[in-house]
């Protein structure tokens, strides 16, 4: 054997690509080489010793495919493994040369492209019998549109209705056309325009879409792409007169192509992509690469995927799907395809044909090699026990990451314009009207610079609203240059006698009659560090699923991604409909999926968007009164000019939460803390506006582009908000003041504003007693509250967690066909919900005050509740997981069956606050009851050795033994990541806690857009890990039960309210809005509020969906997904 071939035995963590040579001498060397190295094609004389057997793979193929980026990458990692080499057939000699002196190899992969010679391939392996990955008589088919759709027919996989038109003199039968202006006649079947017609030869790309002439007439003519186009259309309407073609129907399909690549019967990886046919331009990125969008596939989607593979025999396969009017189509199916630009595909691929060459030729040639029995097959883990689960379904509840600062402007309004735009959108149907979308945004602009305009011309005008608060509106909606929901929106409510009450802002006269009012909002966008942690928090949360921690991954948590990819994760991912939830839920999909690219086309592909029914969006407008005294409670308490005494305590943190006590003791005074938070907001505008008077400042751009005018603009608004004209603090404004605080304290502290931290620190304190207790002072208070916001998202999670033992049809395979997956029938289903700090806080009261279990008796839930209570805030990315895992060695009927764990990370470190966090006792700590045994050796309590995760050849299953990524404590001010295992041996952090730099940050000569940085996230805690699924079902039910109870009454009083036109006396300014309208209730459903028509044994689909309302007369329900 070659002193090459040794070495590259013997680092076999380096490629080793054998290019056979082109002149005669070289040839020859290498054949003789490969004789040696090749089995049953060459002399065994060989004294060789065994161990170092080569398998060899061969690419035989045009040298543009061969050393194509996509091929290289592969081969490049295919090499990794240290019994195969990998030899390139130049393309001089599978041209020129005689198949005989073709390179002798055991495996082969071979396909046609334009040139190639297929005839000699097939020689070849007639000759030599290699391992064939693709076959090659089936690519003939390939080349034939005809012969593929008569296999794809064959195999039963749904086509687009077509018909042949075979234009041979010896078949007049089959060339029968007749043409009319709308539709032609082919062989007796009818094709109304639009339709297409596509060449026979697979070769041609020039396919055509004629139009009917209704729409213009006309065709689109598409062929291969050339620099960024795909088609151009043409005036000419009639068919072509020569040549060979199918004819087939027209599929509407929203604009984009799926395009799904197969890597064997087992794995797919699908992308969309702009469809060629909606206006021919090529959509590219800022490299200019085609953009192509990542998909998920539906259960029968998958299934096509495995029959298109197996019926054409191409291990790895490309083909083309339609999905129209709620169908899958097949249109073409394209033969070898690789996916471009996947780093992970890449890993993946040649993870799979690894694993096939090895399997199929390690026993043959006496190879040590053990065939991987992958981990990821069968999602087991052990628990805390030592007894070893399946893991069945993850759920998460997640808040947004870190977004801009949220401001508000508020204005009663009475012209005219006014209400004819809430009329003329459907507002009087509800007393209240959101608008969002860019058409809407500029007819309220456009009303905003009529009624602007009038003023200057006349000042006597019937104008009644303030000519400062209109030009607010029309500044903030001419902010960006362009309109986007995401940023800015409006809401209308309308008042049938006015504004209640007088704010800092309003007149102080009331007027009568009734009047709309007007709330705008904006900021509040998603931060380049809130995209970083979603991202890297995504990342982290593969490593919940089990299996997949073996060094060639290269990456922890690929067992997530190995069961996505073969069919046995049922994902979907719901979103409220504020953009800054729905772009952080895309980043994370990003992070968890190892997608690549921008967000938008991952938010528009992978995230639902769940607002209706009030699943994960907060609709204050129709929340209990309670909420209301709550607040007139919190803001009686903190008018006190004196210090908290006990009586205030009791009022105001009955709970006796830890947090609460500590931040009153921080306050003292209420008042007097207000004074000096208002004192400090003044030295900071003071300090802004010197800055801006400072000719070096005129050009300073702080983080994210906000300039030092709207810095100022929004400190400005607060420091006059804050104070009111009768002396005393509007508290509702406390919440801004922080969030404003934190925001400069993180992203623009390089300016150096003076008192800065002072402000944090006092307006923190306020701000840990008022956030929390705007959702309830006393326990009963929490759970009327929370029920209003998330009763919907309560019996969502109830369902999820039904539906995965309820049902085993979700998202399988179908048993014909698994074949070589270990467990087909088996899936594990997640559910994320991204949403806003109301539902968060909401969901974690019904856990803690709704009775879930009784802290005096069990003794880890008691500590549960301690370490909540000295959580000062649910910060951004704050997570709340359900685990739900099954025990097959018990029976089906006992209750031990179902083991559900509750986890909870209270999201993103404060600033400044490291060491004074409170800390739980880790992810899935040891239980009491295992205190005692020794730890188990596979168990993931076993941290005490620093192994590399290995299977062991003799065990079924690969355990993971130690968290990927360990959380260190600090070293300096910024943690780091560290892969060696955790002191104790009790339980391990599960998520990293990584500071990491904005993408966005750019060096400045300024120095100021550098000085941000991206917190990092606390890890989950476990607050419980020995629930029963019953326990926690019949805890869900009451919730839902009790809270239907409630809202029952609630639409009762609220409906008497509104039939008596009843006006509350509310402070208007310290509400999100009001509603005090007379509505249209429907009559109290008879079937519970949270009724879903499914039966409890509906299989969820894997395609993208969202809730839907069942019945109109219930208050929402869901699709069961």
């Not at 960024?228 to 199918?246: A, C, F, H, L």
């Not at 096509?304 to 199916?333: E, I, P, W, Y």
């Not at 991206?1014 to 805690?1021: C, D, G, W």
């Amino acid at each position: 054997m070659s002193e090459s071939r040794r070495q590259g035995m013997s680092n076999c963590g380096l490629p080793m690509f054998l290019v056979g040579c082109e002149d005669g001498d070289s040839r020859e060397l290498e054949d003789r080489d490969m004789r040696n190295i090749s089995g049953p094609y060459g002399d065994e004389e060989d004294d060789e010793d065994q161990s170092e057997r080569q398998i060899v793979v061969g690419i035989c193929s045009m040298t543009k495919k061969s050393k194509s980026k996509p091929m290289t990458e592969i081969m490049e990692r295919l090499c990794k493994f240290e019994y195969i080499t990998v030899v390139i057939f130049p393309e001089e000699v599978i041209l020129n040369e005689s198949v005989e002196k073709w390179p002798l190899v055991d495996c082969l992969i071979s396909f046609h492209s334009k040139g190639f010679p297929l005839d000699k391939a097939v020689s070849y392996t007639k000759l030599r019998n290699p391992l064939l990955i693709n076959d090659l008589n089936m690519q003939y088919f390939i080349q034939d549109r005809r012969e593929v759709y008569r296999i794809l027919q064959e195999e039963g996989i749904d086509l687009p209705r077509y018909a042949v038109l075979n234009r041979n003199p010896d078949r007049p039968e089959e060339c029968n056309l007749v043409e009319s202006e709308d539709h032609v006649e082919v062989n007796g079947e009818v094709f109304h325009k639009p339709f297409v017609e596509k060449p026979v030869s697979a070769e041609d790309h020039n396919v055509y879409i004629y139009y009917p002439t209704s729409a213009g007439g006309g065709s689109q003519r598409l062929f291969r792409k050339i620099g960024s186009r795909s088609s151009v259309y043409s005036p000419e309407s009639t068919v072509r007169k020569t040549g060979s073609y199918i004819y087939e129907e027209f599929m509407p399909t929203d604009g984009t192509d799926v395009k799904v690549y197969t890597v064997g019967p087992d794995y797919a990886h699908a992308e969309a992509r702009k469809s060629p046919a909606l206006d021919g331009k090529v959509e590219r990125d800022s490299e200019g690469k085609e953009i192509r969008y990542p998909v998920m596939l539906t259960a029968m989607e998958k299934l096509v995927a495995r029959k298109v593979c197996l019926a054409f025999k191409q291990t790895v396969c490309g083909f083309d799907l339609l999905r129209a009017n709620g169908h899958s189509f097949v249109c073409d199916v394209n033969g070898f395809s690789f996916v471009k630009n996947s780093m992970k595909y890449y890993d993946d691929c040649a993870k799979v044909l690894g694993n096939m060459v090895m399997r199929e030729l390690a026993p043959q040639f006496h190879i040590p090699w053990s065939i991987p029995m992958e981990a990821e097959d069968i999602p087991i883990v052990p628990t805390t026990s030592g007894t070893m689960m399946e893991l069945r379904c993850v759920i998460a509840v997640i808040r947004h990451g870190d977004r801009t600062p949220k401001q508000k402007m508020k204005m009663e309004v009475r012209n005219a314009l006014f209400f004819d735009l809430f009329e003329k959108y459907g507002g009087y149907k509800t007393g209240k009207l959101k608008l969002k979308k860019p058409k809407q945004l500029q007819e309220v602009l456009d009303i905003a610079r009529q009624l602007l305009a009038e003023l200057v011309q006349h000042n006597d005008c019937e104008i009644e609203e303030k000519k400062s608060k209109l030009e607010q509106l029309k500044t903030v909606l001419e902010m960006y240059g362009h309109f986007s929901g995401i940023n800015r929106k409006v809401q209308l409510t309308y008042l049938p006698n006015g504004q209640p009450k007088a704010s800092s802002e309003e007149e102080d006269s009331l007027k009568e009659g009734p009047s709309l009012l007007l709330v705008l909002k904006w900021g509040g966008e998603l931060t380049p560090a809130g995209r970083v942690q979603a991202e890297e928090l995504g990342r982290a949360f593969r490593c919940m699923y089990p299996g997949g921690q073996g060094d060639y991954a290269g990456f922890p948590g690929c067992g997530l991604l190995r069961l996505h990819s073969t069919y046995r994760h049922d994902l979907k991912i719901y979103a409220s409909d504020e953009g800054r939830v729905q772009m952080t839920a895309a980043a994370f999909a990003k992070g968890l999926l190892a997608l690549e690219g921008e967000l938008t086309p991952i938010l528009v592909q992978m995230v639902k968007s769940a607002n209706m029914n009030g699943l994960l969006d907060s609709d204050s407008d129709s929340l209990t009164d309670c909420q209301q005294r709550v607040k007139a409670r919190l803001h009686e308490i903190m008018q006190k000019n004196r210090d908290f005494s006990e009586e205030d305590n009791q009022k105001l943190a009955p709970t006796g939460s830890p947090s609460l006590v500590n931040s009153m003791g921080v306050i003292n005074n209420p008042v007097r803390t207000c004074d000096q938070v208002h004192t400090l907001i003044q030295s900071l505008t003071c300090q802004i506006c010197k800055r801006l008077e400072d000719p070096k400042s005129a050009d300073l751009q702080l983080y994210h582009s906000e300039t030092l005018e709207l810095m100022l603009q929004r400190w400005s608004k607060l420091e006059r908000d804050f104070r009111m004209k009768n002396g005393r603090y509007d508290i509702s404004k406390i919440p801004d003041i922080y969030d404003c605080v934190k925001y400069d304290t993180q992203h623009n502290s390089c300016l150096g504003l003076e008192d800065t931290l002072e402000l944090f620190h006092l307006s923190r304190a306020l701000a840990d007693i008022i956030i929390p207790q705007e959702y309830g002072i006393t326990k009963a208070e929490k759970l009327d509250i929370a029920s209003a916001y998330c009763l919907p998202l309560v019996k969502k999670i109830q369902l999820d967690l039904q539906r995965t033992h309820e049902d085993e049809a979700v998202n399988k395979l179908h048993p014909l066909y698994s074949r070589g997956v270990m467990s087909p029938g088996r899936h594990v289903r997640t559910r994320l919900y991204f949403t806003s700090e109301s539902h968060v806080h909401s969901l974690l009261s019904i856990f803690r005050y709704g009775g879930l279990l009784d802290e005096r008796i069990d003794e880890q839930w008691k500590q549960a509740m301690d370490y909540l209570s000295a959580v000062t805030e649910l910060n951004y990315m704050t997570q709340i997981v359900i685990m739900l895992y099954e025990d097959n060695n018990k029976d089906p009927s006992s209750e031990e069956r179902f083991h559900v764990e509750l986890h909870f990370s209270p999201g993103v470190k404060g600033c400044k606050d490291e060491d004074n966090a409170p800390l739980g006792f880790g992810f899935r700590p040891a239980s009491s009851e295992n205190h005692e045994k020794q730890t188990d050796p596979g168990s993931l309590e076993d941290l005490s050795q620093d192994e590399p995760d290995r299977a062991a050849p003799s065990e079924p299953i690969s355990i993971q033994r130690k968290s990927p990524l360990i959380r260190n404590r600090k070293a300096g001010s910024v943690e780091v990541l560290s892969e060696s295992n955790a002191s104790r041996g009790s339980a391990y952090r599960l998520f990293p806690s990584s500071s990491h730099q904005s993408p966005e940050i750019k060096p400045s000569g300024l120095g100021f857009e550098g000085c941000s940085m991206v917190p990092s996230i606390y890890p989950l805690e476990t607050l419980h890990n020995s629930l029963s699924l019953k326990q926690v079902d019949e805890f869900l039910t009451s919730v839902c039960k009790n809270g239907s109870e409630t809202q029952f009454k609630r639409l009762k009083s609220l409906s008497a309210m509104f039939d008596s036109h009843a006006q509350p006396s509310i402070d208007v300014e310290s509400q999100e809005t009001l509603v005090t309208t007379p509505v249209q209730l429907s009559q109290p459903p008879i079937r519970p509020l949270w009724y879903s028509s499914d039966p409890p044994s509906t299989a969820s689909s894997a395609g993208p969906s969202s809730p839907s309302v069942v019945e109109p007369s219930s208050n929402f329900g869901f699709n069961c997904e």
